[in-house]
């Protein structure tokens, strides 16, 4: 999730004017390129890092670097988007900057198994420690990347609405519309396993199969993603940023090592409310992050009965892209009804407790899953990466029902964080920059004990996932408890409010 960087104010000659619903439609594009690498991300570089020899038990660890990027790059970028002075405009430098970097870190990514092989690696070993280290440098480099398109896309949308809410509004929902999209037509591509076809150069002596497909996958996604900034950076203005009044007594005001002082005051004055948030929200991602690191390895491993590298591993991992692609339609429906179910229950701490309930049940059934496809190939003759309908339906029911609570998450702890801010009196910019601190904590502590404690509990996805499931009730038994009822006249101040992402 990336928090939404607080304009700075300064008195300016004349107000801008809202610019043309055309010109947000071009830049919430952008949100299509960024979620279509970032579903690869999800679906497929997990399973990759461990056709390059990382013991399952410790690929988690590689993803700290979402949640510490999290922490500390979109705070940097956002505070220092907000000041740029360049003649460019303050947000389009660091788009553009976010996109070469995307670039060159797709290119380390898909290449690394080939780096590695012409620098020494021998593809004979289980483990090729150059590739891993070469992807590694890429995989942070991507994470990075994204975060410095995410926030400043985020506010070049702010900009451009000029504070007129209702185009605030529309321009939110064109930004999720086109994530929605991303989502789609990534996890559509890390589903077929034929793409490399389009690429023949991709598949090579270090790369198979499974890692061209990957190559191909990226390629895509950088096209993409390229096109739209291109689109977006000459056809959409961004007007230089020229403050009439400097504090020339505080040369530190605008440095970028000030926003983490504004976080730390905003820490201390925070009130019951907001804290009891970021409580819920914290024990809320020590249940999602077991998902967003493991699911198509589980598909993979369990579902499918693979060894990383196997036929059967890859045919699970190319089912569970197409989980998560059905999960994303599932999201994308359900984020236009966040409003009205709310009120048909009494209220979005009701509703966001109901849906943790569903997320809490859909990590336990995983066990149910799991030893059902297990039985079938131990004792029922079936095949390893055949599993039968009824277990691949299930598995498909959990992708596509898990779009319910993940539509909620994305929407209503940033509402209530709004919500509570604006009847404090607090900076809503601030507020949710703290709620980012509750989400990227809890997925940096997931990340480091999530291999460890599966090797202690005998191995696989499942030990992460039962963990998922108790937070997931324990969160929702919370948020009823502790999070107070916000009143209506309140809900209506935080109308305008975005959605987050994983990071």
């Not at 055309?22 to 299509?32: D, E, L, T, W, Y």
């Not at 005001?253 to 804290?275: D, H, N, R």
Request: include cysteine; charge should be neutral; proline fraction near 5%.
């Amino acid at each position: 999730m990336e928090p939404s960087s607080s304009s700075l104010q300064v008195e300016t000659g004349e107000r801008q004017q809202p610019s043309p619903l055309r010109k947000m439609f071009a830049v919430s594009s952008i949100g299509a390129g960024i979620q279509f690498g970032w579903a690869l991300q999800l679906s497929l570089l997990t399973p990759y890092v461990q056709t390059l020899g990382v013991p399952h038990a410790w690929s988690s660890f590689i993803w700290l670097c979402g949640p510490i990027s999290g922490l500390l790059v979109q705070p940097i970028v956002g505070y220092s988007s907000d000041r740029c002075t360049s003649r460019f405009g303050r947000r389009r430098p660091f788009i553009l900057s976010g996109a070469v970097a995307v670039a060159i870190s797709v290119f380390l990514i898909g290449y690394a198994a080939d780096i590695g092989h012409a620098t020494g690696d021998d593809i004979t070993k289980k483990t090729r420690p150059r590739a891993v280290a070469i992807f590694v440098v890429g995989f942070w480099i991507l994470d990075v990347a994204n975060n410095m398109l995410q926030g400043p896309c985020r506010a070049f949308l702010g900009d451009l609405a000029a504070g007129d809410q209702k185009k605030t509004r529309t321009a939110n929902a064109f930004y999720s519309f086109f994530m929605a999209i991303g989502n789609v037509l990534g996890y559509a591509a890390g589903s077929y396993d034929k793409l490399h076809h389009l690429f023949r150069f991709t598949e090579t002596e270090a790369c198979g199969v499974f890692c061209a497909n990957l190559k191909s996958c990226f390629f895509f996604s950088i096209v993409l993603l390229l096109v739209l900034c291109a689109i977006v950076l000459t056809c959409v203005d961004d007007p230089q940023f020229t403050p009439d009044c400097v504090n020339a007594n505080n040369p530190q005001t605008g440095s970028w090592y000030s926003c983490f002082g504004e976080l730390g005051i905003a820490f201390k004055g925070l009130q019951k409310p907001m804290l009891m948030l970021m409580l819920v929200t914290a024990i809320n991602w020590v249940a999602w992050f077991p998902y967003v690191l493991y699911d198509t390895d589980w598909m993979g491993r369990e579902v499918y009965g693979g060894e990383v590298g196997s036929n059967a591993y890859d045919n699970g991992v190319h089912a569970g892209s197409l989980g998560l692609m059905l999960n994303s339609v599932v999201l994308a429906v359900m984020s236009l009804v966040v409003e009205p179910l709310g009120r048909v229950v009494g209220g979005v701490k009701w509703l966001w407790a109901a849906v943790n309930v569903i997320l809490a049940v859909c990590m336990a059934m995983t066990v149910v899953i799991t030893k059902a496809a297990r039985h079938e190939r131990n004792h029922d003759g079936v095949l390893v990466g055949h599993p039968s309908f009824g277990v691949k339906a299930g598995a498909m029911s959990f992708f596509s029902i898990l779009g319910i609570p993940l539509a909620i998450t994305y929407s209503v702890p940033f509402a209530l964080a709004s919500i509570y801010s604006s009847t404090s009196g607090a900076g809503q910019g601030l507020s949710l920059g703290l709620l980012n601190v509750a989400i990227v904590v809890p997925q940096m502590i997931v990340s480091a004990i999530s291999g460890p404690w599966g090797s202690w509990f005998g191995g696989g996805n499942l030990p992460a996932f039962v963990l998922g499931a108790v937070a997931a009730a324990v969160s929702a038994v919370l948020a009823v408890v502790m999070l107070p009822s916000p009143k209506p006249a309140d809900v209506s101040k935080a109308s305008s409010v975005t959605v987050g992402n994983f990071h």
